[in-house]
């Protein structure tokens, strides 16, 4: 396994991957469907998070609390991450900084907002590339300025969670398509509710901007202060985040998650990421104390295929609930809270099985070898010849 120095020393050389990075990536992914289930399992569908809810018994909370914000802040932490990986590289090879990632962060732009028209309506990657276009230039800068541009997105996130909590603001409201539009309506009955609905479902995008910020950027600084290392710096600093994340973080997420529908917000905004922050320190140290093995194996081919795995799993997702396929969703409804973790755990190694066999056969996933293609594409000059 390749594990990235200290910011002081050198990094991995180019093309490299760290495995851990890619474990904790495929955790993110499988976890981020953990949370998403809910919504493909509700006869609703993705209107079932706005319609206002009737309430849900013991188990479905404890159940949907494992998962609820946890994997999504997890899967931002991360990609600050990559983040940081792609600044260490290109100040490696002396290329203008951000330079070519802003093309990047304009074809995830591109992927999320088909991946939204065609998939899932609270599809996150477009908010991903919203925020890597605006805080790119920040992951250079001294600690000084990343610190403060933290603390102001910390601020501004925490009130506007803290005001929407105030105001008890939930569901109910109008749904685009109807409520039965998940149960019985066509694939191109979906579609159009998109773009009728596209201001109502990309508000989480917008919502989750100063959130989005500060876990970029804390992702990057937490790279440079060696989480992902064996020594006594990321041993202290991950015992820290253990305390922080888990010790404090997950007793606040079991009340807000039993506070009832008025502490929705708090419960995903805020306990979330900081339960996610305990998970990643807790999760990387058993990595460093292990050696290599199936389940990391598994994980690891996850990882390595996470954007493929991620539409991937809603595309079978909505096939198996939706009315356009097989419509599980309103027949096995009298099931739940039961099948939709079953589910889960279907679809789940599905996604293990089908990204090992790709990547026995492919270097990368589908969606990351059409991607690399399609970033590589204006850089490639024409010989010229004579």
């Not at 206002?52 to 998962?67: C, F, I, K, N, W």
Request: hydrophobic share 50%; net charge positive.
């Amino acid at each position: 396994m390749t594990v990235l120095s200290p910011a002081s020393a050198t990094p991995p050389a180019a093309g490299s991957r760290i495995q851990l990075l890619d474990v904790l990536r495929g955790v993110a992914i499988l976890g981020t469907l953990g949370t998403n289930i809910w919504i493909f399992t509700d006869p609703l569908g993705p209107a079932g998070a706005i319609v206002a809810p009737d309430g849900t018994g013991v188990v479905e909370t404890l159940l949907r609390t494992l998962s609820n914000g946890k994997f999504l802040a997890l899967l931002t932490l991360l990609f600050g991450v990559g983040l940081e990986l792609q600044y260490r590289s290109a100040e490696r090879r002396g290329r203008r900084w951000p330079g070519w990632y802003l093309w990047r962060a304009v074809l995830l732009l591109a992927e999320g907002a088909l991946h939204y028209l065609l998939v899932f309506e609270w599809d996150v990657l477009m908010a991903y590339a919203l925020v890597s276009l605006l805080v790119a230039g920040m992951v250079g800068r001294g600690d000084r300025a990343v610190r403060a541009c933290m603390a102001v997105a910390a601020v501004l996130h925490v009130a506007l969670i803290g005001l929407l909590t105030a105001a008890g603001v939930g569901g109910g409201g109008a749904v685009p398509g109807g409520t039965d539009l998940y149960s019985t309506g066509t694939y191109p009955e979906q579609v159009a509710a998109r773009i009728e609905g596209w201001g109502l479902y990309r508000s989480e995008s917008v919502l989750i901007i100063p959130l989005t910020i500060l876990l970029f950027l804390a992702g990057s600084r937490l790279m440079r202060a060696g989480l992902f290392t064996a020594g006594t710096a990321g041993r202290v600093l991950r015992r820290r985040l253990a305390v922080l994340g888990l010790g404090a973080g997950l007793p606040l997420n079991l009340l807000t998650a039993f506070a009832g529908p008025r502490w929705y917000f708090a419960d995903r905004y805020l306990c979330g990421p900081l339960v996610a922050l305990g998970l990643m320190a807790v999760v990387t140290g058993l990595l460093l104390r292990t050696g290599d093995g199936t389940g990391r194996r598994a994980l690891s081919g996850v990882g390595r295929t996470a954007l493929s795995c991620y539409v991937l799993q809603n595309l079978i997702c909505a096939a198996l609930c939706y009315g356009w396929g097989l419509g599980l969703a309103a027949r096995l409804d009298d099931l739940r809270p039961w099948w939709p973790p079953a589910a889960w755990a279907v679809v789940s190694v599905t996604l293990v099985a089908g990204a090992g066999w790709w990547l026995r056969r492919f270097d990368r996933g589908p969606l990351e070898a059409a991607w690399h293609w399609a970033y590589r594409l204006p850089q490639r000059r024409p010989r010229v010849t004579g």
